[in-house]
């Protein structure tokens, strides 16, 4: 959106009292997500009152929740849903052209059928650090897991061409980014719509193969098409990190089958088991959701025996939210709030604990680290095992040298260098490791 924005002639400005044009671009998955998109658009509602002309908001709020809106937030002159991100450019210059009458008439609303995909050649503006980035592979989904409402959002599952996705990382790579983030709804789908079979490996040896130091990581694997071509992508792979993001939901077979997940018990252990064997050393991730209706104690007590048998390197934890519209809303028994957040606490105790050993058991193991910031207590970094924003990171301290060398050497680091890394100790989320005597040239 910024790169449309800017290719018409507007300028990015980080500063809201500076801006001309206010765009919020908003999330609505969960009850939370919903509460803080509503929460931000009142709160830069009140720069209307100072120079901002135009108060935009874009993405799943409006598309989601429609015309009730216009009532609700008045201050709002435009709304733009997720079918039609390549015409904001337009729509911003007739909402500029018309006339409100002072907020008398509602804002100028548009919301189409989700079916956009980014568009081919558009320069990208990254609003991440410059040494990382996301990259899109496809858009919507069609899983309809019953507490979800992401596909009546997003829209049917659409690849991106491969391409297309090449051209855009090489552009990415060239530019100096050091980490390629793979999403989608669902990655492991990619290509399911214009091959009928998940074209994930093809794509993924396609983009091992361009030239440069970087890292790839593919995010948000649907478990059930995490095949051994796949993890055979990963094992001879240049640049991807030997890293997947697997949402579970849960592991008891009653409350998958309850949340319309494809997946078994049996199936999800085979599976861990296969993906171990195959990548050893193969950090993986997890998501859970905790008190889905119908979970019982000894659902939840089951899912707490899987961590110890999973032994996952990061989990990610949710209370189950019911979504207005979705089957699982309506579904009998619903699990009280306070029992869903202490399931939830529980279980990310839990974790924790796993967590921290498998840390510490790095200890005296070298890594390499994509340097992120220096904070008060010296650099960070995150390491293969690390996903931007969501796990842990690694604590890097300077070498036992005399003081003098030690600042010089920390000085010559910069955000989005990699370096090779000695462990030296872990707590639950933190890795600490010390930085090489010698820096690379
Ligand atoms: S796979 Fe993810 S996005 Fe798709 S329906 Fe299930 S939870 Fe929602």
């Not at 449309?4 to 969960?30: H, V």
């Not at 009850?31 to 009142?42: F, G, H, N, W, Y």
């Not at 094992?235 to 494809?262: F, N, T, V, W």
Request: proline share 7%.
């Amino acid at each position: 959106m910024i790169g449309l924005m800017k290719e018409s002639g507007y300028e990015q400005t980080a500063r809201p009292e500076e801006a001309d044009i206010l765009a919020i671009n908003t999330c609505c998955f969960i009850q939370p997500a919903t509460e803080e998109s509503l929460d931000r658009i009142v709160e830069y509602a009140r720069y209307k009152k100072e120079n901002c002309r135009l108060l935009v908001v874009l993405g799943c709020l409006p598309q989601r929740y429609g015309r009730q809106l216009l009532d609700l937030l008045p201050e709002v002159d435009l709304w733009l849903g997720t079918g039609g991100y390549s015409r904001l450019p337009e729509l911003i210059g007739a909402a500029l052209a018309r006339d409100r009458e002072n907020g008398k008439r509602p804002g100028l609303f548009t919301v189409e059928k989700p079916g956009w995909l980014p568009e081919p050649g558009l320069a990208r503006v990254l609003s991440t650090a410059p040494y990382t980035a996301y990259v899109k592979i496809a858009e919507g989904c069609e899983n309809h897991c019953r507490y979800c409402v992401i596909p009546r959002i997003r829209g049917p599952y659409r690849s991106r061409p491969p391409e297309e996705i090449e051209q855009e990382v090489r552009e990415l790579v060239d530019s100096g980014v050091k980490e390629i983030n793979l999403v989608a709804q669902d990655t492991t789908a990619y290509g399911v719509d214009r091959e009928g079979c998940s074209a994930l490996p093809q794509l993924l040896s396609r983009l091992d193969r361009i030239e440069g130091d970087f890292w790839l990581r593919v995010l948000y694997a649907y478990p059930d098409r995490v095949s051994d071509e796949l993890l055979a992508v990963f094992y001879g792979s240049e640049h991807l990190c030997a890293y997947l993001d697997l949402p579970l939901q849960h592991i008891s077979g009653k409350i998958l089958k309850a949340m319309g997940r494809h997946s078994t018990p049996e199936g999800i252990l085979r599976l861990l088991e296969r993906i171990r064997q195959l990548v050893p050393g193969m950090a993986l991730r997890t998501t859970f959701i905790l008190g889905y209706p119908g979970e019982t104690e000894e659902d939840f007590d089951g899912l707490l025996s899987f961590l110890d048998v999973a032994r996952f390197d990061w989990v990610g934890a949710f209370p189950y939210f019911p979504e207005e519209g979705t089957p699982a809303a309506v579904l009998k028994p619903q699990i009280p709030p306070a029992v869903r957040e202490r399931r939830r606490q529980e279980l990310l105790a839990k974790q924790e604990a796993i967590t921290a050993e498998k840390n510490r058991a790095l200890c005296g193991k070298h890594l390499k680290v994509l340097v992120e910031k220096n904070t008060a207590d010296g650099w960070v970094g995150r390491s293969y095992r690390e996903a931007p924003e969501i796990d842990g990171l690694v604590r890097l301290a300077p070498v036992n040298l005399p003081a003098r060398t030690r600042v010089a050497r920390t000085r010559a680091i910069n955000p989005g260098d990699f370096l090779t890394v000695e462990v030296t100790g872990a707590e639950t989320y933190e890795v600490y490791a010390r930085l090489p005597a010698v820096m690379p040239p």
